[in-house]
């Protein structure tokens, strides 16, 4: 239970304590600051704390937006400021200054106020004042047509309630309730009903863990139905796969429209996404070996170009999260671009989005063979990721950018490097420190072009590509044994996985049995979590994984010549039962640690998050 204090003199006909009530919240009141503050002292410190001006007059959703957000500590509104258990001691603290400099005055003499000013008198929007005086960071929402404020008299309330009867609330809250930047399928498609399929779930108590975790049951049908082989299969798992991403656009604008984030419901959200295609994948690949037809090295080979791109995006982000530097010319004229608004769609469209690229895949289902499916999937994803690489690099070397210590930290973190690496950039930092500034994601391009062409083009069970993979462990340690600060260094991560993923691909398919594809489809897949699963803890502000998890399963580097010396010292065969049974230690043990740190996080309190970042 969360608690308000309802401060000032109480308004006759106002419904403030009903609502604060329908949200959640224990009303106490005070008439002053020194009974405000001694109520505050009372609230205990686990729960969260409210001083609401008894004359406010707004919409509902203006108290929930100022009031009930999980995702900051303190927050305030015009006649309203909150603070989580976090921040309670700063709202002690700000509360104690205003009582001290209130001198007995009546809490409620104030200077008027709509529409979001700021009220002179209220003791609420005093202490928002001296919490952003103490440098506190007070998250203040976006209101917009929605209404909050305390009038100090009839005239200008009564000018206050008309203004709240002329807005449609309920149609503020689904709008706001859909993504503000999104793709064309899902904005024009998708979004305008599911919005309403998002507050029917709000009324009726769901929440959006559990809209996610029907999306994840409702694809994983549709990935059995593909994998039955049969055309009415194909066209079931095509209809199951669209509404599948109905729901998983249901579930954030859930979240928005209720305000119901949380760090568990963020990490579901983001992985099973990618659980999702790629179990979808994995069934096309099934309903295509039930008509004769091996896809499998296709599947393999979408999921590698899909989680490369994924790389590439989160890399560039967290190089230049908190980068200083000049706008560079690219930027400048992306920027320009999208002031003219068609321009701005077919931008978006041809990053091939999670929802121009389901709809592709769902239709292609429906309509025509796996095989084909995957053709024109890998051809679409190819294109995007070279458009996107390279109007990311255009950026990157036109700007003069000083990148911090923690932006190198976290490449660090997504280049996954393990133990072998580790003591070999330690023992070449002095080498390493005395190459030009391009030379680390140029080094680790060289040793994964080594290690792939070698699996790719000699004979299987041959030894070069092990020479290859140990020529990948020295560039690789090179390229990460100084900081990546470089204006390209945030290409290392994403080489790195083509690098490693390719190599497990290229010998599955040298080895030519059946089952070796699979097998390795299953590996990839367990790596390929472990590393979202890096990128979503980053995100999170959570830290990277454990430096012990990562040296357990090897980093890129160990699972890279892990694999080659297998290939080298197995039969095909026997190889392929060495890939599952790597495959499932690797999923068992990143699956275990991550499944533990995520509920701990959920369960700890851990502050809520929401990615309102670019389409997946």
Known sequence: MSTAILTGRPVPGSSIEAELR??????????????????????????????????FIGHPHALRLGLTDPRFPLAAIPGAVTAQPAARRELTRAMARENSADHGTSADTSADT???????????????AALDADGATVHR???GSLVAATPSDPETREATRRAVAAVDEEAVRLKS??????????????????????????????????????????ALIAAACAATGTRGGFVAAGVLLIASFVLDCTDGQLARYSLQYSTLGAWLDATFDRAKEYAYYAGLALGAARGGDDVWGLALGAMVLQTCRHVVDFSF??????????????????????????????RRMIVLPIGERWALIAVLTAVATPRITFYVLLVGCAFAATYTTAGRVLRSVTRRARRTDRAARALADLADTGLAGEGLARVLRRPAARLPGFAAPVLALLGGLAVTGAALFTGFGG???VAGALAYLVTSALAVARPLKGALDWLVPPVLRAAEYGTVLALAARAEVNGAL???????????????????????????????????IGGHEGRTLAVAVLAALLTASHFTLALTVLAVAVALVVLAESIRFWVASHLGGAPAVHDEGEPA
């Open 518 to 552: 699979p097998a390795a489809f299953g590996l990839v897949a367990a790596v390929a979590y472990h590393h979202y699963d890096t990128v979503y803890r980053i995100r999170g502000d959570a830290g990277a994984p454990p430096r012990l998890l990562v040296r357990i």
């Open 317 to 346: 982000n967290e190089a230049n999260h908190d980068a200083t530097a000049n706008t560079s010319p690219t930027a400048a004229l992306s920027d320009k671009l999208d002031s003219v608004g068609w321009t701005v769609w077919v």
């Open 22 to 55: 329908s949200l959640g919240f224990d009303v106490r009141t005070a008439a002053d600051a020194a009974t405000a503050e001694t109520l505050l002292a009372q609230v205990p410190g686990d729960e969260r704390v409210a001083v609401v001006d008894a004359r």
């Open 114 to 128: 709509t529409h979001g000013t700021t009220l002179v008198g209220s003791l609420a929007d005093r202490v928002a």
């Open 177 to 218: 309730a859909v993504k503000a930047r999104d793709g064309f399928f899902t904005t024009y498609c998708i979004s305008p009903y599911s919005r309403y399929v998002a507050r029917w779930c709000a009324r009726r108590g769901l929440t959006p863990n559990q809209v996610t975790t029907a999306s994840l049951l409702t």
């Open 141 to 143: 929402p976006e209101l």
């Open 463 to 465: 030894p070069w590509p």
